[in-house]
């Protein structure tokens, strides 16, 4: 367990970034040993984005929470490595596939703040790495907000922003019940290349709001679903991550269902 007094008053910083190392040993802080919790810190990664990718925090871990935490980076600042990890009331800056990897991961009551790219780029928050249709793995955002951080809100009319884009053929990723500020783009979603994983990949939206929460002109893709109430609890704490059993000893509050 690793408790701080607070986001922007515990700090774990680091500059190191993928021109100089892989992008897994970029990050500032990793975590592997199962069971580990964080509360009240900011971890972050200052290399900026002309160094491209520049992890804050890899959690391996699993049964992993975060609660009250900050991570600050721009191009893949939250590597969700791998393994069951739960975040509840966290604040997550980037600008480039800033929460990726191929875990079970359920963000709560977060804020997800976009930041300026650098000129040539375009912003995408998720890019989910799951490899076989039969892993139980996604990166699911509920009852969070999705916002322009101060560095984009300034200029965000000159970049594109989008909830995701498919790092992997079967790559899974569900927004519901987030609020979605007009920066984001009507087609919601972006491809990594061509056609590459968008009839295999499942992405999903249920009762977002916003103006960036219209789904009428989203992309056509065989594997987007707008979905019930009834599909969307199969992305619940309590469904996807079986949170019932295991984060009521970590202290954290939690919604296990819609």
């Not at 975060?66 to 509840?88: H, I, K, M, P, W």
């Not at 875990?103 to 928050?125: E, L």
Request: charged share 15%; hydrophobic share 35%.
């Amino acid at each position: 367990m690793l408790i701080g007094d607070g986001i922007g008053a515990t700090v774990v910083t680091g500059n190191k970034n993928a021109q100089t190392t892989t992008t897994f040993r970029t990050a500032t802080f990793a975590v592997v040993g199962d069971g580990f919790i964080a509360r009240d810190i900011t971890f972050e990664n200052t290399a900026g984005p002309q160094k491209h990718q520049a992890v804050a925090l890899r959690s391996g871990s699993d049964f992993s929470v975060f609660y009250r935490c900050s991570f600050e980076g721009y191009q893949d600042t939250l590597y969700v490595y791998s393994q069951r990890q739960f975040y509840r009331d966290c604040d997550i800056y980037g600008t480039v596939d800033f929460i990726f990897g191929d875990t079970v991961a359920v963000f709560q009551n977060c804020n997800i703040y976009i930041r300026r790219p650098m000129n040539s780029q375009i912003n995408t928050i998720t890019a989910q790495a799951r490899t076989d249709p039969n892993e139980n793995t996604g990166i699911i955002v509920h009852n969070s907000r999705v916002t322009a951080a101060s560095d984009l809100r300034a200029v965000q009319g000159s970049f594109k922003n989008y909830l995701g884009r498919p790092w992997q053929k079967y790559s899974r990723t569900v927004f519901m019940k987030t609020g979605l500020d007009g920066l984001i783009e009507a087609e919601g979603w972006l491809p990594w290349s061509g056609n590459f994983g968008l009839s295999s990949l499942y992405y999903a939206e249920h009762m977002n709001t916003g103006v960036g929460a219209s789904t009428g002109g989203r992309v056509k893709w065989g594997g987007y679903h707008v979905i019930d109430a009834v599909e969307a609890e199969k992305f619940t704490v309590g469904n996807f991550l079986a949170g019932n059993a295991w984060i009521p000893g970590t202290g954290v509050p939690f919604d296990v269902g819609l």
